[in-house]
C-alpha cells in the first residue's frame, strides 16, 4: 500500500479550491491522500494513499474536474487510476489483449487477500481463491464461487487478479463480467472484429469472469463462452467464475455448460455471523483511516445489517459522511440516528437486513422459516418442532434453528420455545453444528445456500 503521496504545484493548487468547496473536516477525511500520478494536457490520473480510489472517484470526481478545470484549463479529464490497476491495463495493451472500445473491467485495487474479512461462512472460498492465484491452473480448475449478493464473490475475484499483478508480473490475467462478456461480442459480431474478441479472452492465463447466471437465454454469447470455457480449460488455463447460485441451480444455461462450471472446485459464501461483521467493519474504518473510538458503533452496525456486506458497508460509510459534514462525533446515538432511516430495526428489537419483512412478528417469522425448511425437505412443520431424531429430520431442524437465529430477534430460549420447548444449549449446539457440517459437506452446503437464497432473496415477500 502506498505512503503519504508527495504533493506537485498544481494539485495543491487544486486542493485549495476543493477545501473551499467542500470544507476542511471532508478534504482532510476523503481527498487529503490523493495525488497525481500524470498530465498529459487533457487527461490528470490521480490515485489515493489508501486505495480508496473507487470511493473518492464516486463521491467527489466531478468537484474535482471542475477543480481541476479551473486550475489546469477546461477540457481537464480527472481519471483515477491505482498504479497497480495502471501497470495491469498497460500490460494487457502492450499484449494486444485489450483494445479501446472493447476494455473489459479493470481489476479493483482495493480488493486484496488482505483486505478480505476471513469467517466461517467464506473460510473455504478464500483458501480456494488463494490457492488459485498462487498456483494458477494447478489448484482448482475452474474455481466457481457461489452466494447471494454483497457476500465478497466479486471481492476474491479482484484479489487473485491483484496478487498475480504483484508476485506474478507476467501472468495475463483478465476480469470481466458476463454483462461486458455479453457486449463485447454482440460488439465484435457487428463489426467483424469476432477474431480479436476471441484473442482477447482465449490469449490469456487466468480468466475471471463475474456473475456467469446471466448468460441464462443469451445463446450466441452462451456458445462463445462455452468455446472459450474449452480453449482456456483445454491447454491449462485457470478460469474463476461467479454466480448467485450453484451450477446446477443455473436454469436456461445449457447442461454441457454446467457441468463444466462444476467439473472444478464449487465453493460458497455465506452470510457472515456478528463477529465477522464487526471485524469487516473495523477493517473498513481502518483502510478508510477512520477513528471510531466506540466499539459498540460497530457492534450496533453489524445486528442491524446481517446478510450483506455491501450493505453493512454502505451504512458504516453514511455514518462517517454524517459525521465528517456536520462534526458530530462517531458515537451509537449518531448511528443509530443514521440506521434509523437506512435500516429500521423490527418490532421489538433490532432486526435483518432485507429478507425478512421488518414490521413482521419475530414468532411469524419463525413459523415461515420453519415451513420453507420443511418444504425443502418434503418434511411436516411437526416434524421440525417434534422429538424425531433420524438423519433428515435432525439436519432440516438445526437448519431451522440456525436460520431463526440469523433472521430475527428472537433470544435463544425463544428460539428453543418456538421448536418444541428446546433448551437454550439445544439452539446453541445445532447453530455450531450447521457451521461444522456445511464446511465439510458439500451437499449439505447447499442446503443452507438454497435456504439462505430464498430468505434473503427473490422469495421474501412470501414469508408474511
Same mark, same amino acid.
Given at each position: ?76 479529464? *480527472? ?11 498497460? &500490460? ?15 481489476? !479493483? ?12 461462512? !467464506? ?8 490457492? *488459485? ?44 463480467? $458476463? ?60 478460469? *474463476? ?6 451450477? !446446477? ?29 464487526? &471485524? ?5 474504518? &481502518? ?80 413459523? &415461515? ?23 433428515? $429430520? ?22 428453543? !420455545? ?47
Amino acid at each position: 500500500m502506498l505512503g503519504h503521496l508527495p504533493q506537485n504545484p498544481a494539485w495543491q493548487e487544486i486542493a485549495v479550491r476543493l477545501r473551499d468547496c467542500l470544507g476542511a473536516s471532508t478534504y482532510d477525511l476523503w481527498l487529503d491522500r490523493v495525488a497525481i500520478v500524470s498530465w498529459d494536457g487533457e487527461s490528470l490520473v490521480l490515485t489515493t494513499a489508501n486505495g480508496t480510489d473507487s470511493w473518492v472517484a464516486a463521491r467527489y470526481g466531478k468537484v474535482i474536474e471542475r477543480c481541476a478545470q479551473a486550475v489546469l484549463g477546461a477540457g481537464t479529464r *480527472v481519471v483515477f487510476a491505482h498504479d497497480a490497476v495502471a501497470r495491469a491495463h498497460r &500490460a494487457l495493451t502492450t499484449t494486444g489483449i485489450a483494445s479501446a472500445g472493447e476494455q473489459p473491467s479493470e481489476i !479493483n485495487p482495493r480488493h486484496t487477500f488482505d483486505q478480505f474479512v476471513i469467517g466461517d461462512g !467464506n473460510r473455504l472460498a478464500h483458501a480456494a481463491a488463494l490457492s *488459485v492465484a498462487e498456483t494458477p491452473g494447478q489448484a482448482y480448475n475452474p474455481l466457481f464461487l457461489h452466494a447471494p449478493p454483497g457476500l465478497g464473490k466479486t471481492h476474491l475475484l479482484h484479489a487473485i487478479g491483484n496478487y498475480l499483478t504483484a508476485y506474478s508480473p507476467g501472468t495475463k490475467v483478465l476480469y470481466a463480467t $458476463v454483462e461486458a462478456f455479453t457486449n463485447g461480442f454482440i460488439a465484435a459480431l457487428r463489426g467483424e472484429a469476432l477474431e480479436r474478441f476471441k484473442e482477447m479472452y482465449r490469449h490469456v492465463d487466468v480468466l475471471l469472469i463475474d456473475d456467469v447466471q446471466f448468460l441464462a437465454s443469451k445463446v450466441k454469447t452462451e456458445e462463445e463462452f462455452f468455446h472459450t470455457f474449452n480453449a482456456l480449460y483445454d491447454s491449462g488455463r485457470q478460469l *474463476v467464475l461467479t454466480a448467485d447460485r450453484i451450477p !446446477n441451480q443455473l436454469t436456461g444455461i445449457e447442461q454441457r455448460l454446467r457441468e463444466r462450471f462444476a467439473s472444478g472446485l464449487v465453493a460458497q459464501l455465506d452470510p457472515p455471523d456478528q463477529r465477522t461483521r464487526e &471485524a469487516i467493519l473495523r477493517k473498513r474504518a &481502518a483502510v478508510d483511516n477512520v477513528n471510531v473510538s466506540d466499539d459498540a458503533v460497530f457492534s450496533l452496525i453489524a445486528e442491524r445489517v446481517r446478510t450483506n456486506v455491501r450493505v453493512l458497508e454502505g451504512a458504516l460509510i453514511r455514518i462517517v459522511a454524517h459525521h465528517s459534514l456536520t462534526g458530530k462525533p462517531i458515537t451509537t446515538k449518531l448511528a443509530e440516528a443514521i440506521l434509523e432511516t437506512i435500516q429500521p430495526p423490527a418490532q421489538g428489537g433490532h432486526g435483518t437486513e432485507v429478507g425478512v419483512a421488518h414490521a413482521q412478528p419475530a414468532q411469524a417469522k419463525a413459523e &415461515a422459516i420453519m415451513r420453507d425448511v420443511a418444504d425443502h425437505f418434503h418434511l411436516a412443520v411437526t416434524d421440525i418442532t417434534g422429538p424425531g431424531r433420524t438423519g433428515d $429430520v435432525a439436519w432440516a431442524r438445526q437448519l431451522a434453528i440456525y436460520l431463526t437465529r440469523e433472521f430475527t430477534n428472537m433470544p435463544l430460549q425463544s428460539i428453543g !420455545n418456538a421448536f418444541g420447548g428446546r433448551k437454550h444449549a439445544t439452539v446453541l449446539h445445532a447453530c455450531k453444528r450447521v457451521g461444522s457440517r456445511v464446511a465439510v459437506n458439500s451437499d449439505e452446503a447447499a442446503d443452507l445456500h438454497v435456504l439462505l437464497t430464498r430468505l434473503s432473496g427473490n422469495d421474501a415477500d412470501r414469508i408474511s
